[in-house]
């Protein structure tokens, strides 16, 4: 037995079926269409992963912070965390030996036919049976399968960690979304407000002109229609606004009929600068990508515990106790009863299981490359896009700026020779109305530039680093899963307060 134990240490040292992990080569490219990148450092004066910061915003900075603490699908996915990393510390469990203590007492009756080496002559034994064996267990790992299964539940863990940051980083860069979509609401309704201003003026100067006999009812009209209008137009935002605010509710985890957010007189800030990486970086920056990673090592993991289900699989098996009829004498040396020897198990047919166990194990291995794959490519497709989104809103935003100086500049004449009597009041709506829309176009194109540089961050992982290790958010657990950890008192802990009490 010594010797069979020791011939096994040795082997499941040596030999472990089924091939090993090694990344994937991707093809990254050596720069992005039009932008000449430089070495990652991306925020480094600011705290690790507190990316949206770089806005100086201290409403988003509140915002962003109650949303890790708050949101419920955050919360879930840390559970799904907390489920592998206690399944990966259970898989290794599977290194040690089992022992149990069955305690049993039973009525039984033995065949007086039971096969015996002497004759029984009818004898047979009816009566109580008292068991108190320890029964002891231990699967030797000759071909790496528990080693194998642990390399498996230990990727799961990873990857759901990975999982959690992905989700985290989706979160907050939804709230930053969702938080300058709204801002620029709160700029375009100023705007309108102040055009509504402006043309409450006009129709007074229309009103004026009809009462001095200058003027056409006609004129005045037409002003109470641009006025009427753009107070719809503040009605309309104003709904849009609504539904942000519901949103962003839901993101952090409250009451939408009890959030409100305050809104903003001001105008929208200019986008930040943004340092990047060079694109090999995005493999170790993007959580979804190192998931789709994790997930092909759990599946490579798992090819070799099915070649494993070929070979044969040897336990040391041990059973000892106290046996007898009469719990008297259970304890006696005479109740004294054991057993101790390998149990080895070899597979010699299956109904092809074990074959086909394999081949489904290559096609998951098969399905997470491929996704891994996808994941790669999507990442650059994602920075390329939110690339281009910032250098055309660039251009764009410089080309409205002189629209919107031009369409001022045209209602303000328009206005001066109105009021001369040299132009209708025609062209002091049309010039009106163009300022109007080049004023909200700058506004919303302002927004849009915001938004495009939260989505480049998202793209390039935000401030999450591999190579550094990343804690789990710092979520408020929910009051009902807090009192499950809130065991009450067993049988025990009562019968100590009883004894204590007398």
Do not use: C
């Not at 530039?449 to 480049?456: H, K, M, S």
């Amino acid at each position: 037995m010594r010797s069979l134990l020791l011939l096994a240490l040795t082997t499941s040292t040596l030999a472990q079926v089924g091939p090993n992990y090694e990344r994937p080569a991707t093809a990254s490219p050596p720069k992005f269409k039009g932008v000449t990148w430089r070495a990652a450092t991306p925020s480094a004066h600011l705290p690790k992963g507190s990316w949206w910061t770089v806005f100086r915003d201290s409403r988003l900075n509140s915002l962003v912070s109650a949303a890790t603490a708050n949101n419920q699908q955050l919360k879930a996915a840390i559970a799904r965390f907390d489920q592998a990393r206690a399944a990966a510390r259970m898989a290794r469990g599977d290194f040690f030996p089992t022992a149990s203590l069955p305690l049993t007492i039973e009525t039984q009756q033995t065949s007086e036919n039971m096969p015996s080496p002497f004759p029984l002559n009818g004898l047979r034994y009816d009566g109580p049976a008292y068991n108190a064996p320890l029964e002891f267990s231990w699967e030797l790992d000759l071909w790496g399968k528990i080693r194998r299964q642990n390399e498996g539940a230990r990727a799961d863990a990873a990857m759901a960690a990975d999982a959690v940051h992905n989700i985290l980083l989706g979160i907050q860069a939804e709230v930053a979304m969702n938080y300058f979509k709204l801002r620029t609401l709160d700029n375009e309704m100023r705007i309108v407000r102040e055009a509504v201003g402006w043309r409450n003026e006009a129709l007074k100067i229309a009103k004026a002109r009809v009462q001095a006999g200058a003027g056409s009812e006609l004129e005045q009209a037409q002003a109470e229609t641009e006025v009427a209008s753009a107070e719809a137009e503040i009605s309309a935002l104003q709904a849009q606004r609504d539904q942000l605010e519901n949103v962003l509710a839901i993101l952090i985890g409250t009451s939408a009929s009890g959030f409100n957010v305050s809104a903003s007189n001001g105008g929208i800030s200019s986008p930040p600068s943004i340092p990047t990486g060079m694109p090999s970086d995005l493999l170790e920056r993007r959580p979804d990508i190192s998931q789709a990673e994790r997930a092909l090592e759990a599946a490579t993991a798992r090819i070799g515990v099915a070649k494993a289900q070929f070979f044969p699989s040897i336990k040391l098996m041990g059973r000892g106790g106290f046996q007898s009829g009469d719990i008297d004498i259970l304890f006696e040396p005479t109740s004294l009863m054991w057993s101790l020897g390998p149990s080895i198990s070899v597979p010699l047919f299956s109904g092809n299981k074990n074959r086909w166990n394999l081949t489904k194990s290559k096609a998951v291995h098969d399905e997470a490359l491929a996704n891994y794959r996808q994941a790669f490519l999507g990442a650059l497709a994602d920075v390329e896009s939110s690339l281009s989104s910032i250098r055309n809103l660039g251009i764009q935003a410089e080309s409205q700026g002189r629209a919107r100086t031009s369409a001022e500049k045209a209602a303000q004449l328009a206005k001066t020779r109105y009021e001369a009597g040299t132009s209708p009041y025609l062209d002091v709506i049309e010039a009106n109305r163009t300022t109007l829309t080049t004023q909200r176009a700058t506004a919303q194109i302002a927004g849009q530039r915001l938004i495009a540089t939260v989505g480049l961050i998202k793209a390039i992982g935000g401030g999450w680093d591999q190579k550094v290790a990343v804690p789990m958010p710092a979520t408020i657990p929910d009051p009902v899963a807090k009192n499950l950890d809130q065991d009450k008192p067993g049988f025990f802990s009562k019968v100590k307060g009883w004894l204590s009490k007398d």
